[in-house]
């Protein structure tokens, strides 16, 4: 029997060598023949899967549920679990291990991932563990242990190929090695080529400012955003980050697309039925478009793009937004004459099938006391940010003013107070799914918390 994976590619083979299909009565019939294979398979979950409300709205799929109890309806458990963070993280790093990561490294993306839950980034924690990560490697198009090569380096610069290696490992070790340049010569820039998702872009800001530096990064990804005044994805959310010590609980971490709205918060408003926000996403008509089914559908068919920051057109500034995505991808690609557009989709446009994403990044670190005492640096931030949250508040807002870094801080000391992280029914779902599959995880693992 095929798997998950295999039968979603065919899925994507099927629409993106038919774009028109959807037409076509016998292409309809066999897209809801491999849907209906797809839905059988172990680990796919019919209620989040944007493949079928594709499915449903423009080929006439009927989502079926599994005859099966799923593990909701097995535990008598709320469906939500909270999950201690240390034991989430040994899993992920176990997951990680049976892949032939080797361990040090393993504890490295482990602690990525993880701290993303802790900062209650829940898109790029444990949530991303089997899609982007498991499934790539199982899909050939990820490698789990790659050497990383120094291309170019000087005292404060170097030129870095993670030769589509783990992402998350391949981070950390740039941003060190910027950190490390910086402590003895005042500054470091490292450039990285050929890596892969690397997780929150924020990690990486936060290494720099918890190491008494000044840090920034950035990374390319597949093209979503279209220029202003154009509609065709070009550009990828490319984060713009920044990380400043402060003598608060927590830095000054910026960490944010440089798109209004990115693809998970499309498919969350798919999930609860609500209508996507004028002006996050235009379609080949240069309509702003707000109907949050057919903006997923047109999105698989390149038909729409995501809009960036300030929108489309330039009423609303949203040049700035397309000049900062444009900033990041040249960043991500000049230094390294690494490749953009379809190159990075992780389609290949003629079968459909996966192929690799070979990302760029950029780290770079500002040592502090090369100009002033940290002491100094952290009290002056901290007048700053102090000054903002204390500024008068709206009356229609909700009575307390953000600096950023501060909701990610909100959520870790919630989440720290409640023993952990919520594990909803999908998320399970996957872990057992990798429990019952990874060599060596179902006799370590043989009865998860929720079980």
């Given at each position: 029997?095929?798997?998950?994976?295999?039968?979603?590619?065919?899925?994507?083979?099927?629409?993106?060598?038919?774009?028109?299909?959807?037409?076509?009565?016998?292409?309809?019939?066999?897209?809801?023949?491999?849907?209906?294979?797809?839905?059988?398979?172990?680990?796919?979950?019919?209620?989040?899967?944007?493949?079928?409300?594709?499915?449903?709205?423009?080929?006439?799929?009927?989502?079926?549920?599994?005859?099966?109890?799923?593990?909701?309806?097995?535990?008598?458990?709320?469906?939500?679990?909270?999950?201690?963070?240390?034991?989430?993280?040994?899993?992920?790093?176990?997951?990680?291990?049976?892949?032939?990561?080797p361990e040090d490294r393993a504890?490295?993306?482990?602690?990525?991932?993880?701290?993303?839950?802790?900062?209650?980034?829940?898109?790029?924690?444990?949530?991303?563990?089997?899609?982007?990560?498991?499934?790539?490697?199982?899909?050939?198009?990820?490698?789990?242990?790659?050497?990383?090569?120094?291309?170019?380096?000087?005292?404060?610069?170097?030129?870095?190929?993670?030769?589509?290696?783990?992402?998350?490992?391949?981070?950390?070790?740039?941003?060190?090695?910027?950190?490390?340049?910086?402590k003895k010569y005042g500054v470091?820039?490292?450039?990285?080529?050929?890596?892969?998702?690397?997780?929150?872009?924020?990690?990486?800001?936060?290494?720099?400012?918890?190491?008494?530096?000044?840090?920034?990064?950035?990374?390319?990804?597949?093209?979503?955003?279209?220029?202003?005044?154009?509609?065709?994805?070009?550009?990828?959310?490319?984060?713009?980050?920044?990380?400043?010590?402060?003598?608060?609980?927590?830095?000054?971490?910026?960490?944010?697309?440089?798109?209004?709205?990115?693809?998970?918060?499309?498919?969350?408003?798919?999930?609860?039925?609500?209508?996507?926000?004028?002006?996050?996403?235009?379609?080949?008509?240069?309509?702003?478009?707000?109907?949050?089914?057919?903006?997923?559908?047109?999105?698989?068919?390149?038909?729409?793009?995501?809009?960036?920051?300030?929108?489309?057109?330039?009423?609303?500034?949203?040049?700035?937004?397309?000049?900062?995505?444009?900033?990041?991808?040249?960043?991500?690609?000049?230094?390294?004459?690494?490749?953009?557009?379809?190159?990075?989709?992780?389609?290949?446009?003629?079968?459909?099938?996966?192929?690799?994403?070979?990302?760029?990044?950029?780290?770079?670190?500002?040592?502090?006391?090369?100009?002033?005492?940290?002491?100094?640096?952290?009290?002056?931030?901290?007048?700053?940010?102090?000054?903002?949250?204390?500024?008068?508040?709206?009356?229609?807002?909700?009575?307390?003013?953000?600096?950023?870094?501060?909701?990610?801080?909100?959520?870790?000391?919630?989440?720290?107070?409640?023993?952990?992280?919520?594990?909803?029914?999908?998320?399970?779902?996957?872990?057992?799914?990798?429990?019952?599959?990874?060599?060596?995880?179902?006799?370590?693992?043989?009865?998860?918390?929720?079980?």
């Open positions: 029997m095929a798997t998950a994976d295999e039968v979603k590619t065919q899925v994507l083979s099927l629409i993106a060598s038919n774009p028109s299909g959807h037409q076509d009565k016998s292409i309809r019939e066999k897209v809801c023949n491999l849907l209906t294979q797809y839905s059988a398979c172990d680990g796919v979950d019919l209620d989040t899967d944007v493949l079928f409300a594709i499915g449903a709205n423009v080929y006439g799929f009927e989502v079926k549920k599994k005859s099966v109890p799923d593990i909701a309806a097995a535990t008598a458990k709320p469906p939500d679990v909270i999950i201690d963070f240390e034991y989430m993280k040994v899993f992920m790093k176990e997951v990680f291990l049976s892949y032939g990561v504890e490295t993306c482990s602690d990525v991932l993880i701290e993303a839950d802790k900062r209650g980034i829940d898109s790029h924690g444990l949530g991303r563990l089997k899609p982007i990560y498991c499934d790539r490697i199982d899909a050939g198009i990820l490698s789990p242990s790659m050497p990383i090569d120094v291309i170019n380096e000087t005292e404060t610069t170097a030129l870095i190929d993670g030769n589509l290696g783990m992402g998350l490992y391949i981070g950390p070790h740039c941003m060190n090695m910027a950190i490390e340049k910086a470091g820039f490292v450039a990285c080529k050929n890596s892969t998702h690397y997780g929150i872009a924020g990690y990486y800001a936060t290494m720099a400012s918890d190491a008494g530096c000044i840090g920034f990064t950035g990374t390319n990804a597949r093209p979503s955003i279209a220029p202003t005044f154009g509609v065709e994805p070009m550009l990828g959310t490319n984060p713009l980050v920044f990380g400043i010590p402060t003598h608060d609980d927590f830095p000054f971490v910026i960490d944010c697309a440089t798109s209004v709205n990115q693809r998970g918060k499309i498919e969350r408003y798919a999930r609860e039925g609500k209508e996507t926000p004028r002006g996050a996403v235009i379609d080949n008509e240069g309509i702003e478009r707000t109907d949050t089914e057919g903006i997923l559908r047109d999105m698989v068919l390149g038909k729409c793009a995501l809009t960036p920051l300030g929108g489309a057109g330039d009423a609303m500034g949203g040049y700035k937004g397309y000049g900062w995505a444009t900033t990041v991808e040249l960043l991500c690609t000049a230094l390294q004459s690494g490749p953009f557009g379809d190159d990075i989709c992780g389609v290949d446009r003629a079968t459909g099938k996966p192929k690799p994403m070979p990302l760029g990044h950029f780290f770079l670190a500002i040592n502090i006391e090369a100009m002033c005492p940290l002491e100094t640096f952290k009290k002056n931030s901290s007048s700053l940010l102090t000054a903002l949250r204390g500024s008068m508040k709206s009356p229609a807002g909700p009575g307390r003013i953000w600096t950023a870094g501060e909701p990610e801080n909100d959520a870790r000391v919630k989440r720290m107070g409640q023993g952990g992280m919520n594990v909803p029914v999908s998320l399970q779902k996957n872990m057992v799914v990798l429990r019952d599959v990874r060599p060596g995880l179902a006799e370590k693992y043989s009865k998860l918390p929720f079980e």
